[in-house]
């Protein structure tokens, strides 16, 4: 996955967090080797910057205790936290009046559901700083075909698992299908404006559509279906992104209506998969 | 009879904040740190001020180690502090996936109890604040 849209994702699950809990005055995420991943608004990096220092200098020396799990820090004005989470350390600031039992029910379950989720949807999570391609979720294998009673049903790999119906699965597997399942790919929301600019189409990486003409090689991707994470789906024309300085950072420029409909607007994320004609 | 009226006075006293420092001597804090050593899952114990240190560790030789990581917790949890305005650091609890660590400052003196991941530090905390 795209470390830019994984932080991202994670740094809206942190504001959201704090509006639900005002009690945390603070929260951000980084890794064991210094890393940081997501911050919320309020604080500057440059104090993240510093706590995560502070954090090594521990880490360094906390051989005779082993790996760090928690720091639990209690002051007369508040209390600063850091839990390892799923590989990812989650400090949180709060104030001295905060209700710690509702704090950690939210933090503790929350995060490690956003995390759990977004390794779902890709298995190669931000764990690595290798460049990627801006693509989250592709499918570029056909998938595989399972019979059902009356039909034959296509299986969306990219669906986590437990949304399967297993009932409905028999055994045995036929590959009737020869076209591969449309690939969905995450993007983040750039307006575009213009007078020329038509209303009906979005713009996108044009590698992203090299990779699915190169998927299907006899057909014509005109189309491509949007939909947003609350489920809200719209198709529209796609075209590639003339604008240099948006080419390779996982964008998608929208015109305002079609972020309208969709109720949506710039910097949040969508999915997008082509329409095969 | 004298005796006994004077022991009821300083108790009556220890029960006044401004007196609590007073109080508070390396003595009063070493002896409740031996009593902390009976508690289920506690290793040992550091306490240092400016002038003297005393360390008891049921492991002497990772002495060394828990000094320094006891340090960098103190030091760690005044730079947390300060950074996000807190005040005063109270207490900071380090847990490591095989240990942890207690650090506070009482007065003077730097305190830090280590323990097995499973002890009881509210306890812990609750001996050493009630001086």
Known sequence: MDTEVYSFALKNALNEIQNICP??????????????????????????????????????????????????????????????????????????KADMVYVKTVTRVLIPTILNLLDKINPVPAKNDLPKPPTIEQEPEPSPVRKTKDKVKLIEETEPEEFDEPEQIQPEVEPRSLIPEPPVNQFIVENIGGLLVPSDTVRIDNEIITQWLDLYPEKKIVDVDVETFVGESVTCKVKPIKDSKYEGKGIIQMPDKIQLNLGIKKGELVRVKPVIQ | MTKKRKITEEFSVMTEPVAVEEATSANDLKSNLEQTKSYDGVIGYIMRN??????????????????????????????FSKLFDLGDMEDIIVEGKTAKILSLSIGENKVSVFMDKNADCAQILKKLRSL
Request: net charge negative; proline share 2%; hydrophobic share 40%.
């Open chain 1, 23 to 96: 009690d945390i005055k603070n929260a951000f995420m980084f890794r064991e080797d210094g890393e940081v991943i997501a911050g919320d608004v309020n604080t500057p990096e440059e104090t993240i910057a510093h706590v995560v220092e502070a954090f090594d200098s521990i880490t360094e020396k906390a051989d005779a205790i082993g790996d760090i799990e928690s720091i639990t820090l209690d002051s007369t004005k508040g209390r600063v936290n850091i839990t390892c989470l799923n590989d990812l350390y989650l400090a949180t600031v709060t104030n001295e």
């Open chain 2, 50 to 79: 400016s002038t003297s240190a005393t360390i008891d560790l049921k492991d002497p030789t990772k002495i060394v180690d828990y000094a320094i990581v006891s340090s960098s917790a103190l030091d760690a949890g005044n730079e």
